[in-house]
């Protein structure tokens, strides 16, 4: 596995750190309130998991599968998988997010949870891709921006795999040209 990757370009501990000063900027913007992470399967549980232990009030979680990726390239076509178990009207909604790359995925989202009244909605995600973008999102809380290369690891995959790397790398190309 650690031989597909080209460069690490964030390390365990620099995520680490990073992720703690998101968690304290989230704590006190929501100091008062109750907050529903919704989070979005798969390539976001490793970063929900750090960031809500590093929370300090009072949440809930809940999860949504959505897909537009085939392989390296974004399909453009979004998918809802799987929705939320709970209605999310009338909370307080912070979307959690690997990656935002085109924002096709993002802008999905938000387009349909924003159908659904909750009470406010804000979006956290660990990296951003700006090389890419096709729809313009508006990021309350962002880990790190990154380079328009494929990455993985820290939950992020290739074909499912490379996910429980702790770093997030660069994959080689010809990982994936390979098949
Ligand atoms: P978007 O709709 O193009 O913004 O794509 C968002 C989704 O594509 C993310 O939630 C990831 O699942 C996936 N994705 C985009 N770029 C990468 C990458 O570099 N590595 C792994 N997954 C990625
Ligand atoms: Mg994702």
């Given at each position: 596995?650690?031989?597909?990757?080209?460069?690490?370009?964030?390390?365990?501990?620099q995520i680490q750190k990073r992720v703690k000063e998101?968690?304290?900027?989230?704590?006190?913007?929501?100091?008062?309130?109750?907050?529903?992470?919704?989070?979005?399967?798969?390539?976001?549980?490793?970063?929900?998991?750090?960031?809500?232990k590093n929370l300090s009030i009072?949440?809930?979680?809940?999860?949504?599968?959505?897909?537009?990726?085939?392989?390296?390239?974004?399909s453009g076509i979004v998918r809802m998988i799987m929705d939320l178990r709970e209605s999310p009207e009338n909370k307080n909604l912070l979307i959690i997010e690997d990656i935002i790359d085109t924002?096709?995925?993002?802008?999905?989202?938000?387009?349909?949870l924003k159908t659904r009244r909750p009470k406010s909605l804000k979006i956290c995600s660990l990296l951003y891709k700006p090389a890419r973008k096709i729809k313009e999102i508006k990021i309350d809380y962002l880990g790190f921006e990154v380079p328009d290369k494929f990455v993985v690891g820290y939950g992020m995959d290739y074909?499912?795999?490379y996910r429980n790397l702790p770093y997030i790398g660069i994959l080689k190309p010809d990982v994936y040209r390979r098949k």
């Open positions: 596995m650690q031989n597909d990757i080209s460069e690490i370009i964030f390390t365990e501990s998101l968690a304290h900027e989230i704590s006190d913007d929501y100091k008062g309130k109750q907050v529903t992470m919704v989070s979005v399967l798969k390539g976001a549980t490793i970063f929900l998991a750090d960031l809500m009072p949440l809930s979680i809940d999860f949504m599968a959505v897909s537009s990726y085939k392989n390296t390239e974004s924002g096709l995925t993002m802008h999905y989202l938000c387009e349909n074909n499912e795999i």
